[in-house]
């Protein structure tokens, strides 16, 4: 893990059995409070520290700057935190919070994920908003046998990371919070929203009071007041996954078969109980993003009209499959869209770099992730969606990726996600909108969403605001083919196993599924007619 090798010199404040210390980050460098130019003053239930200089360099070297904290106590005895800091000459990028005292042993840091403090005392950076945590909020385990908790109060989505460090000089281990400032807004100075730490007997009240923040301050409202969700939704018994062309020009099924598919299904369970899903319609899996026209060697536009046609007839919902943001910088210049990827603090556009799609031991990197927060690619993505819902008539559009979140300095992926379901919202008030995995500010933008693991976050929590299927590399009847996805064969990997009853049941349908396997199908066919959905934890919940 990677930590300070040497004594940083950090001012330590106490409040009852826990300490706290602030540590600046700018742009070039990190920095603590000078011990010679701090003030600490206790006022009851409140402490204050005030620094009027910065040190650096484990103390060895000076610079002009501020730093403050202050630590008060709530109601319940919860601490309250607030940090700020500034720099003479240099923008402010993040900002940590490092809290001793609470010997921790392990961090959950969503659902079904705890990490246990390891050889070296360390837990390593667990980052918000995206795949890792769904809420800015973890919970400890220390040696007492005892739970606390860390929760950010803020009102906005900005990054948040959640680590536990060794430090030899302070001879125990760290919580370590750090707040990241909107890179789009980096300034000279820098404030933390609150976190509020303490004591809890039971986890699911904060995860409520999380869910009430987000009530309150990002617009998200419960499923069942929800106004965007199409009926048929509450309808659906079943997924059925129909993969189409894989990255490499293989065709799982072309829009013929894939008609026969679904004639098929509708001899066993009403059609307008399932929706069919449509990865890789567009042609070579993510190699053909952001392009968006019917595989020709699918069967072009005509075979796709044909297949939703029938598909409407039989009585399904259909539903294609959109990139939230790749981008083959193949087609880029051609489509005008070369300089649309997402990029971080210094500019370094972001490469979707970690897939070996042709499996020569060496991820395929020519392709970036493009940020929706940028004006000529949303309306690049709004415009191919429209496209679909206007001409060919589906019933959603599933965007992938949509969880990606980059603090990038010029434009927003969170905000430009919003952007592009209000457009989409406001044009086609019955669109269902889907997206891949998700963090809590966005459970109101998707009515749907497939995660690569379930439950949906702490207590179940997306399930009060969205619902969700099983995840694109569900394994096929017969061998398990993951089809399209990277997920090769997936049945020993990271997906959900067992019953989930709170998820969507899904049949994924690949080349064989229905000729050499139709018996395993119709099991699951069977299941899913069977299936009433089960909303555990905090979903349906007043409060």
Not at 96 to 108: F, I, N, S, Y
Request: with cysteine.
């Amino acid at each position: 893990m990677y930590t300070i090798g040497y004594d940083f010199g950090d001012t330590f404040v106490r409040m009852d059995e826990l300490q706290f210390a602030v540590r600046l980050f700018t742009v070039n460098n990190v920095y603590a409070p000078d011990p010679q130019r701090v003030e600490v003053r206790r006022e009851g239930d409140r402490v204050t520290l005030a620094a009027s200089g910065l040190s650096w360099a484990g103390n060895q070297r000076r610079a002009e700057g501020s730093i403050g904290l202050e630590i008060a106590r709530g109601a319940d005895g919860r601490y309250i935190v607030t940090a700020r800091g500034s720099h003479a000459s240099e923008e402010c990028k993040s900002i940590m919070l490092e809290v001793l005292g609470l010997d921790v042993k392990a961090l959950t840091y969503d659902q079904n994920r705890r990490e246990t403090v390891g050889s070296g005392g360390c837990i390593a950076a667990k980052p918000y908003p995206g795949f890792i945590m769904k809420m800015p909020l973890v919970f400890v385990e220390n040696g007492k046998g005892q739970t606390w908790y860390a929760l950010s109060k803020d009102r906005a989505v900005r990054g948040k990371s959640f680590a536990v460090h060794e430090d030899p000089y302070l001879e125990g281990n760290v919580l370590d919070l750090v707040h990241q400032e909107d890179a789009r807004r980096h300034a000279f100075e820098i404030d933390a929203p609150p976190w509020h730490i303490g004591r809890c007997e039971e986890p699911a009240d904060i995860v409520r009071e999380r869910c009430a923040d987000l009530e309150s301050h990002f617009n998200i409202v419960p499923y069942e007041r929800r106004s965007d969700v199409p009926a048929w939704l509450d309808e659906i018994k079943l997924v059925t996954i129909l993969h189409g062309e894989h990255w490499t020009g293989h065709v799982f099924q072309t829009f013929a078969e894939m008609e026969r598919s679904l004639h098929w299904i509708a001899e066993r369970m009403p059609a307008h109980q399932a929706m069919a899903f449509l990865p890789a319609w567009d042609g070579r899996y993510y190699h053909r993003y952001p392009i968006y026209e019917p595989s020709e060697a699918m069967g072009g536009a005509e075979g796709f009209a044909s297949l939703v046609a029938t598909a409407h007839r039989l009585g399904f919902r259909i539903v294609p499959m959109l990139g939230a943001n790749g981008l083959n910088l193949q087609y880029a210049e051609a489509l005008g869209l070369r300089d649309v990827a997402a990029r971080d603090r210094w500019g370094m556009e972001s490469r979707i770099n970690w897939v070996d799609w042709d499996y020569d031991l060496s991820a395929e990197s020519n392709s970036v992730l493009a940020n929706l927060g940028h004006p000529a690619f949303r309306e690049h993505m709004i415009e191919r969606a429209a496209y679909l819902v206007d001409t060919y008539g589906v019933d959603g559009i599933f965007l992938d990726v949509s969880s990606y979140w980059i603090n990038d300095p010029v434009h927003s992926p969170y905000e430009g996600t919003l952007a592009w379901a209000a457009a989409m919202k406001s044009r086609y008030p019955d669109l269902l909108l889907f997206g891949e995995n998700s963090y809590d500010a966005l459970w109101g933008a998707f009515s749907l969403f497939h995660e690569g693991r379930a439950p949906g976050a702490y207590e179940y929590a997306l399930y009060r605001y969205a619902r969700q299927t099983h995840y694109l590399a569900h394994p096929a009847p017969g061998k398990g083919s993951g089809g399209v996805h990277e997920w090769a064969w997936p049945s020993g990997g990271q997906l959900p196993s067992g019953d989930t009853p709170e998820v969507i049941p899904t049949l994924s349908i690949v080349a064989d599924t229905l000729t050499r396997h139709a018996d395993e199908a119709e099991s699951q066919i069977a299941k899913a007619k069977a299936w009433r959905m089960h909303l555990p934890g905090l979903a349906g919940v007043p409060f």
